[in-house]
């Protein structure tokens, strides 16, 4: 395995839209304590804090990043709100973030041009008074919403992220909910694990009007009960790639893949794992989506500060840069900037 720790940075001129990163501070809450080497308890010991100033430093790495899309990770809530309306906080919380980029003090760089925040879809037609809500906190820049649907039988799969009911996507107050995001002009981001891609197939089946992205190319599992199987699902993940795809109202996020669900080779390796290797392990599903979607509904996405268990952020856009290398300069152009600025309409020069 070759190793790195610092890279020089392939292709610095080339202009890239990082359409999924997360901000938060929870340093004030109880210490976590980590029940294993895949818990997701990891990245807050690693990164208790990932404000303006830690996203800046790493899109000050060497990439030439020109604007970021922030997604919902729980954070900021409104403590004084209803359970059903505290998510309005996070809107705030970022838009505020986005509005110290939008000054030009720290540069050209547009911090969080896209929010997509979180709303507890399956309330129903209730959820529209959170939906008004998050669009009038940053009318300019609210997107969407990602409403996370991870769930696995086995309590070790799902331990590294709070736990979920299975077929989320598929309950009809869920979908009363989702139904409301089409006609106020709202995205939706997807996560579930590669065994649920059924779930969400019927889903986008049952909304084409509704733009959906599929975050972390579908999350192939490698940990608790699929620890070694990654190869023998990889057809079966495939085949549920490829479905989605047929439905021109879905796109996909190139990346995650430095999450412990994975377990790849490369998660929390020591030293860190070079760029050459990651883009290696990664390539087989990265090559897969980006056939299935096209450049234009394929997407690289950072996932930062959660990928920092396995490497950098200067060392993750080079490796898929090396992803990227047979592509025409128009196709990468499609995967690192235009697909983002298209789904999250997103207007900045290149």
Sequence with gaps: MTVIEKEIVLEPDRPIIDPHHHLWDWRAREPHKPASRYSYDNVLHRTPRYLAEELLADLNSGHDIRATVHL?????????????????????????????????????????????????LSVGDRVAALLEAHM????????????????????????????????????????AGFRRLAPLNLTFDAWLLEPQLPDLIDLVRAFPDTMICLDHAGTPL?????????????????TSIETLAKCPNVYVKLGGLGMPYSAFPSF?????????QLAEEWRPYIEVCIEAFSPARAMFESNFPVDVLTCSYATLWNAFKRLAEPYTDTEKHELFFATAARFYRIQIDH
Excluded: K
Excluded at 268 to 276: C, D, F, I, K, L
């Design 72 to 120: 919902e990770c729980g954070s900021m809530y409104r403590r004084l709100a209803s359970t059903e309306m505290a998510p309005i906080g996070e809107t705030e919380f970022v838009n505020g973030v986005a509005a110290m980029g939008a000054s030009g003090v720290y540069g050209d760089r547009q911090l969080c041009a896209g929010i997509v925040g979180y709303a507890d």
């Design 136 to 175: 009038m906190a940053s009318a300019e820049r609210f997107r969407g919403i990602r409403q996370s649907a991870a769930y696995d039988v086995d309590p070790e799969v799902i331990e590294p992220s709070p736990p979920r009911h299975s077929g989320l996507y598929c309950d009809a107050q869920f979908r």
């Design 222 to 238: 490698g940990i608790g009960s699929y620890s070694g199987r990654r190869a023998e699902r990889f057809s079966t993940w495939r």
């Design 268 to 276: 929390m390796a020591h030293p860190r794992t070079s760029s050459v």
